[in-house]
């Protein structure tokens, strides 16, 4: 446990140190001033690159966590393979790949964006979900049955509980990887912080691409410690320190 905390410390020590590092570096190459001068329009962007992330994310929890739930049912598992490597597609496929792909059949705009980070979101949520119910003691499981409890309280009140320290994990995951995919956006026409970041790269200013790609670092940041502690209210005392020495 000692050992784990001392880990923790590192790692947020090092992360201060890069956040700092970065900031002395944008204020260096001229992106503050760009950010102050032109505050409304980062805003804006912002405004539309959060909207992409929650949208996709919310549609990916609302399809991926029951779909591992109904897989995880010993008269649907023999699905569990073709399921699991549906998903891994939006993992193993680039994102730049399937932002073509769809786009050739949803056109340009926000909607194909959506689409496509929910696709590439949907793995980690839905190999979570399966494998924290399926790691669920079967004691536990046997027990519940002994007690007269039907399946869907069983599911309800013992899988789901003690399978939500990895399903909140895997969520946090997916949700942090839609913030920095979301920047490819733009190419189609979806807008948000990659407006900046590409229109920085295609003039060679630093200053313009710093200023989508620091505010993309920081809602990454945000976003993570955010469902960091949503994690730790939500799960049980018993499984975070379960999840510890694991």
Do not use: C
């Not at 895997?170 to 942090?176: C, D, H, L, P």
């Amino acid at each position: 446990m000692k050992e784990i905390n001392k880990i923790e410390i590192m790692i947020r020590a090092l992360l201060v140190l890069v956040i700092v590092a970065l900031l002395v570096y944008t204020f260096q190459s001229g992106a503050f001033q760009y950010i102050k001068e032109n505050s409304g329009e980062l805003l804006y962007l912002a405004g539309q690159h959060m909207k992409l992330v929650a949208l996709s994310s919310v549609a990916a929890i609302l399809v991926a966590v029951p779909l591992g739930v109904f897989i995880t049912r010993p008269q649907f598992r023999k699905f569990e393979f073709i399921v699991v490597n549906f998903a891994n597609i939006g993992q193993t496929v680039p994102s730049i790949a399937i932002l073509a792909l769809v786009m050739s059949y949803l056109g340009l705009g926000w909607q194909t964006a959506v689409f496509a980070l929910w696709f590439s979101s949907l793995l980690p949520i839905l190999r979570n979900t399966i494998a924290g119910i399926q790691s669920v003691p079967p004691s536990i499981i046997d027990a519940g049955s002994g007690m007269g409890m039907t399946q869907k309280l069983i599911l309800f009140k013992l899988e789901l509980p003690n399978a939500s320290y990895a399903i909140l994990a895997g969520i946090r995951t997916a949700t942090v990887i839609n913030v920095g995919s979301a920047a490819l956006a733009f190419l189609i026409g979806g807008g948000g912080l990659g407006d900046l970041i590409f229109t920085g790269i295609s003039l060679y200013d630093p200053g313009i691409m710093l200023a989508g790609a620091i505010p993309v670092i920081f809602l990454a940041v945000a976003i993570d410690f955010l469902l960091g502690k949503v994690e730790e209210v939500t799960t049980p005392k018993g499984l975070q320190r379960k999840a510890d020495f694991i």
